[in-house]
Structures are given as C-alpha cells and as structure tokens.
T-cell receptor
Framework: QKEVEQDPGPLSVPEGAIVSLNCTYSNSAFQYFMWYRQYSRKGPELLMYTYSSGNKEDGRFTAQVDKSSKYISLFIRDSQPSDSATYLCAANEGYSGGGADGLTFGKGTHLIIQP | AAGVIQSPRHLIKEKRETATLKCYPIPRHDTVYWYQQGPGQDPQFLISFYEKMQSDKGSIPDRFSAQQFSDYHSELNMSSLELGDSALYFC?????????????FGPGTRLTVL
C-alpha cells in the first residue's frame, strides 16, 4: 500500500466550477504537504505547501490538511481550461526526518476542465 | 526567475550502456533531489544531497550513483542500463533549511533505453 493514496480520475468538470482534489496518507511522521501541477511530459510545478494541519489560500487555490484524519485537500475556484493537468499531492517529514527528505507522491489526479 | 536546468533533455541509450544526467539547481539553492517517473506513474524519490553530502536515500538502484559538486550542480550516473530504466528523470532543488524544504522541479531528462 502506498503511503499517499490519490484517486487517479480522470475528473471532468465544467469551466467555472469549484474543483475538489483529495489524498489520504498513512505515515504519521509526515509534517509537510504539497500540491504540484504537472502538464504532460513537463516537470511538476509547485502550487501550494502546508505545514501540519490547517488551511492555506493563494488566489484561486486553497489547500487543507487534517492530520487527525490524515486527509489532504486542494480546492480550485473558478476553474479554467488552462487548469487541465495532473495534480499530484506529496508529503514528507521535512528536516525533522534527519535530512533533505524526499517527497512521497500520490499517483496524481488527471483533471479536465471543459470549456 | 531562474529555474532548475537539466541536461540533456532527451537521451537514447542501448541496454548495458551508461548514462550521465546533469542538474543545475536554482541559484543559491544548496539541496538537490533526484526523482524517477515511469510512464503513467508518480515521481519516485531516488536520492538527495545537501552541501555536497548525500542526505537522504530512496529507491535508487545499486547501478546508479550520484554526487553534488562544489558549485552545487549534481550528476546522476547510471550504469548497466536496463529497459526498465526508461523514464523521465527529474531533478529538484531547495534552499529552505528551516524545515519546509519546498522543492522546485526541473523540466526533466527523458531517458529511452533500447
């Protein structure tokens, strides 16, 4: 079982809708949680990162972490066709893990925004 | 803003050959990570370096080795290549030593082993 689980989709929504993307994780030592966006054959682009539990907002994006339920969410408001991509959640222990800690990724959700 | 640079962007090798991938981190970033992403897969962490020392190790095969140089660039050396090594190889860099360790990814090197 992967330490970070994510529904691969595809998830198809109409333009302007609110998108909800979710992941669950099993490693209680994870402290930092990130969302990356990846277009086909490109490098992952960092969208948001959150430390421990809580919410973080940046423009149309909101990231939420609930450590009690080991649940990670990303909300996209006013979705645009250009948001169509694969969204990867990731987590690590941060430097509390003893070093420059590699990220553990979910499988990624393929999101399609229909014009 | 300057990003992570990887070279070459594409590489074609035969089985049992060797390959060297290069990564140039964002200026003033001192930490480098290597990831492997197979077709339809999520990136898998291979290895990381901080200040030229190996820091964390993931699922890196024994046939692979890596190092970070004094100018902070890094090289991933891959020997005895196998068909299953065909993948996108990403380098990421970071500089946040306070814990967040936000990693910025390069465009990747696409390795094809024939």
């Amino acid at each position: 079982q992967k330490e970070v689980e994510q529904d691969p989709g595809p998830l198809s929504v109409p333009e302007g809708a609110i998108v909800s993307l979710n992941c669950t994780y099993s490693n209680s030592a994870f402290q930092y949680f990130m969302w990356y966006r990846q277009y086909s054959r490109k490098g992952p682009e960092l969208l948001m990162y959150t430390y421990s539990s809580g919410n973080k907002e940046d423009g149309r994006f909101t990231a939420q972490v609930d450590k009690s339920s080991k649940y990670i969410s990303l909300f996209i408001r006013d979705s645009q066709p250009s948001d169509s991509a694969t969204y990867l959640c990731a987590a690590n222990e941060g430097y509390s893990g003893g070093g420059a800690d590699g990220l553990t990724f979910g499988k990624g959700t393929h999101l399609i925004i229909q014009p | 803003a300057a990003g992570v640079i990887q070279s070459p962007r594409h590489l074609i090798k035969e089985k049992r050959e060797t390959a060297t991938l290069k990564c140039y981190p964002i200026p003033r970033h001192d930490t480098v990570y290597w990831y492997q992403q197979g077709p339809g897969q999520d990136p898998q962490f291979l290895i990381s370096f901080y200040e030229k020392m190996q820091s964390d190790k993931g699922s890196i095969p024994d046939r692979f080795s890596a190092q970070q140089f004094s100018d902070y660039h890094s090289e991933l050396n891959m020997s005895s290549l196998e068909l299953g090594d065909s993948a996108l190889y990403f380098c990421a860099s970071s500089s946040d030593r306070t814990g967040a360790d936000t990693q910025y990814f390069g465009p990747g090197t696409r390795l094809t082993v024939l």
